[in-house]
């Protein structure tokens, strides 16, 4: 008899985006020719930048003949992108990665997930909620998470992300070993201050912990005194370690391209209290696992830092922040409290009532998905999430039937 990991039947029955896909799949059944716009998973509806296609295109040319083609690829990915990421996204914001501490991988949702193998099942484990229910399933598979009771599971530490701390954790006075944090937020879109990253440094350094930090959103942060990554934080690179992607910087959802950052000083500890450097545990990790990102798309991926591509790349993020302005201004002009929005493509939004319940209404009786908060943990109970990865004409057009239905309150 084989026996199961039994740890898979503590999980919620089906991944928040795998049930609300199913939902709009059974609306659409019943309603067939009813026209709905999606604002609930984010996903890119923009085409990748031109700058982007053509260095594809050329690697794919490239592999069309023996003297240039391609076989496996180094382990931590191809030079000529690591390089660039290490100077681009880092040096020059004053952050000191080498390129060597650069992994390149297929997306920030498989790193942030299996980034936890690296540490002992006993580890204190700390997760905002509300939160990208990646984490929490992850520590769940692993055993760590113990049982759940009333939608929490007794072996997490949760941070409770509320309007009161503008959605930003301070960090406990209890010790946590391992701590996610995700800026610009994913789900509420809140950004996070130099100011309150340091304390948590500071924290991870006077505790030995270490912090995984979720950057995936950076490029659509515009106010200049929001850092765009935890390694801006003095000391950050001894604790923490950060995961980026393509994905919403340059419209790579499809194509897979992302990296993680595991810089060398960045210890975790064995049982006799020795520290060992996370870096060679990773490369190890990935090396027996993965094979690596194709060189077409490491080519493509390259592109976004070419002149073109930075032009291109932030043209397309403005026009989603610009879709973003719209959710953001629409709401609010209906009396509803929303958060994120202009640093962020995420709008979480207090709806002051049942989050699924409004989920259900938006679909019936506008034909819109959004995302319920309570999907995403107990403390997005009465909100929803927008996502401004559309056209401007779909998010016009559903803001426009979201004003015709509230207008005068929830019916
Ligand atoms: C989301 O909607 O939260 C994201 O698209 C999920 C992801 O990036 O995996």
């Given at each position: 008899?084989?026996?199961?990991?039994?740890?898979?039947?503590?999980?919620?029955?089906?991944?928040?985006?795998?049930?609300?896909?199913?939902?709009?799949?059974?609306?659409?059944?019943?309603?067939?020719?009813?026209?709905?716009?999606?604002?609930?998973?984010?996903?890119?509806?923009?085409?990748?930048?031109?700058?982007?296609?053509?260095?594809?295109?050329?690697?794919?040319?490239?592999?069309?003949?023996?003297?240039?083609?391609?076989?496996?690829?180094?382990?931590?990915?191809?030079?000529?992108?690591?390089?660039?990421?290490?100077?681009?996204?880092?040096?020059?914001?004053?952050?000191?990665?080498?390129?060597?501490?650069?992994?390149?991988?297929?997306?920030?949702?498989?790193?942030?997930?299996?980034?936890?193998?690296?540490?002992?099942?006993?580890?204190?484990?700390?997760?905002?909620?509300?939160?990208?229910?990646?984490?929490?399933?992850?520590?769940?598979?692993?055993?760590?998470?113990?049982?759940?009771?009333?939608?929490?599971?007794?072996?997490?530490?949760?941070?409770?992300?509320?309007?009161?701390?503008?959605?930003?954790?301070?960090?406990?006075?209890?010790?946590?070993?391992?701590?996610?944090?995700?800026?610009?937020?994913?789900?509420?879109?809140?950004?996070?201050?130099?100011?309150?990253?340091?304390?948590?440094?500071?924290?991870?350094?006077?505790?030995?912990?270490?912090?995984?930090?979720?950057?995936?959103?950076?490029?659509?942060?515009?106010?200049?005194?929001?850092?765009?990554?935890?390694?801006?934080?003095?000391?950050?690179?001894?604790?923490?370690?950060?995961?980026?992607?393509?994905?919403?910087?340059?419209?790579?959802?499809?194509?897979?391209?992302?990296?993680?950052?595991?810089?060398?000083?960045?210890?975790?500890?064995?049982?006799?209290?020795?520290?060992?450097?996370?870096?060679?545990?990773?490369?190890?990790?990935?090396?027996?696992?993965?094979?690596?990102?194709?060189?077409?798309?490491?080519?493509?991926?390259?592109?976004?830092?070419?002149?073109?591509?930075?032009?291109?790349?932030?043209?397309?993020?403005?026009?989603?922040?610009?879709?973003?302005?719209?959710?953001?201004?629409?709401?609010?002009?209906?009396?509803?409290?929303?958060?994120?929005?202009?640093?962020?493509?995420?709008?979480?939004?207090?709806?002051?009532?049942?989050?699924?319940?409004?989920?259900?209404?938006?679909?019936?009786?506008?034909?819109?998905?959004?995302?319920?908060?309570?999907?995403?943990?107990?403390?997005?109970?009465?909100?929803?999430?927008?996502?401004?990865?559309?056209?401007?004409k779909n998010v016009e057009k559903a803001m426009e039937k979201i004003k015709d239905l509230l207008k005068?309150?929830?019916?």
């Amino acid at each position: 008899m084989v026996k199961i990991n039994e740890n898979y039947l503590k999980l919620k029955s089906s991944y928040l985006f795998s049930e609300i896909a199913k939902r709009v799949a059974a609306f659409q059944c019943e309603n067939p020719g009813r026209e709905i716009i999606k604002m609930g998973i984010g996903d890119v509806t923009r085409a990748l930048p031109g700058a982007c296609i053509r260095a594809f295109h050329a690697a794919v040319d490239e592999m069309s003949a023996d003297s240039t083609f391609r076989g496996y690829g180094p382990e931590q990915g191809y030079d000529f992108l690591r390089e660039k990421i290490a100077d681009r996204d880092f040096r020059s914001r004053g952050a000191d990665i080498s390129p060597d501490e650069i992994f390149v991988s297929d997306g920030a949702k498989s790193d942030t997930g299996n980034f936890q193998e690296l540490f002992s099942n006993d580890v204190r484990i700390a997760i905002p909620d509300p939160v990208y229910p990646v984490y929490i399933d992850t520590n769940v598979m692993a055993g760590r998470a113990g049982d759940s009771r009333s939608g929490r599971y007794d072996g997490i530490a949760y941070l409770d992300c509320t309007e009161s701390n503008g959605f930003v954790p301070d960090p406990p006075a209890e010790k946590l070993d391992l701590i996610y944090l995700c800026y610009p937020n994913n789900p509420t879109g809140a950004t996070a201050t130099k100011e309150k990253l340091a304390e948590w440094v500071e924290y991870a350094r006077r505790n030995k912990s270490v912090i995984l930090f979720d950057a995936a959103y950076e490029a659509f942060i515009r106010d200049g005194s929001i850092p765009h990554s935890i390694y801006e934080i003095d000391g950050a690179r001894d604790v923490a370690v950060e995961f980026r992607s393509f994905s919403k910087t340059a419209g790579f959802t499809g194509t897979r391209c992302a990296y993680t950052v595991v810089p060398k000083s960045c210890n975790g500890y064995d049982s006799s209290g020795n520290p060992q450097s996370l870096h060679p545990l990773w490369f190890r990790r990935c090396s027996t696992k993965f094979n690596g990102v194709s060189y077409p798309v490491q080519r493509a991926a390259e592109a976004v830092f070419s002149e073109e591509g930075a032009v291109q790349t932030r043209e397309i993020i403005d026009d989603y922040l610009g879709n973003a302005k719209i959710v953001r201004e629409s709401f609010s002009s209906l009396g509803y409290k929303c958060t994120g929005g202009d640093n962020s493509p995420y709008i979480w939004i207090d709806t002051a009532t049942d989050s699924w319940k409004f989920f259900d209404m938006l679909l019936a009786k506008a034909g819109v998905v959004c995302t319920p908060g309570e999907g995403f943990g107990n403390c997005g109970r009465g909100y929803i999430r927008i996502s401004a990865f559309n056209t401007r004409k779909n998010v016009e057009k559903a803001m426009e039937k979201i004003k015709d239905l509230l207008k005068n309150g929830i019916k």
